[in-house]
């Protein structure tokens, strides 16, 4: 794994956190995509080499609607940048953890991802993702 790619943050309203984290960082979000498969809107802020991703879902059966009801609002996600994510799920597997896909798929950004569950690393749903 390179380095930390973005962090995602489940929000209730998408419009109010763009504020917020617009106000934060001095710097509106360069990327909002309706990601249709995983029925969410993810608006991104650049902070040099990394972002933040705040995830709005669009449907009460969407897994960011679930986690809000769960958790409430705050980080859903950390994924890391791998320059080969088959091999590095291959490697993964070998070491005990499963990958929530058999296969990566695309994601936000058009970026090749997969998740691993939160039971088997603390916790914390980890995505890896690779640039295409
Ligand atoms: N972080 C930490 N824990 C989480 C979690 C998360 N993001 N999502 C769910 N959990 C926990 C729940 O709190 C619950 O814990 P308890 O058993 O202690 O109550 C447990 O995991 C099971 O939760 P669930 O609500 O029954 O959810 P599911 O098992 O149906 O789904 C998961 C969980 C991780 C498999 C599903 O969210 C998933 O497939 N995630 C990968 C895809 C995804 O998250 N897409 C959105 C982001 C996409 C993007 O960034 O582009």
């Known amino acids: 794994m390179k ?12 419009e ?21 498969s995983q029925k969410l809107i993810a608006s991104f802020f650049k902070l040099e080499d990394t972002k933040i991703e705040l995830l709005y879902p669009t449907s009460e059966d969407s897994t960011v609607a679930k986690f ?5 609002e705050g980080i859903h996600h950390v994924a890391f940048e791998v320059t080969d994510i088959y091999a590095e799920m291959e490697r993964l597997k070998k070491e005990g953890f499963k990958p929530l896909s058999e296969k ?9 991802v997969c998740f691993l569950h939160p039971k088997d690393t603390n916790g914390v749903l980890i995505e890896l993702c690779q640039k295409q």
């Not at 995602?8 to 309203?13: P, Q, W």
């Not at 809000?68 to 409430?72: A, I």
């Open 3 to 14: 380095k930390i790619d973005h962090i995602g943050i489940a929000v209730k309203d998408l």
């Open 16 to 36: 109010n956190s763009n504020l917020i984290f617009s106000k934060l960082f001095n710097r509106e979000p360069f990327h909002e995509e309706n990601i249709k």
């Open 68 to 72: 809000l009801e769960k958790k409430g």
């Open 104 to 112: 990566p798929y695309i994601g936000a950004l058009n970026k090749l």
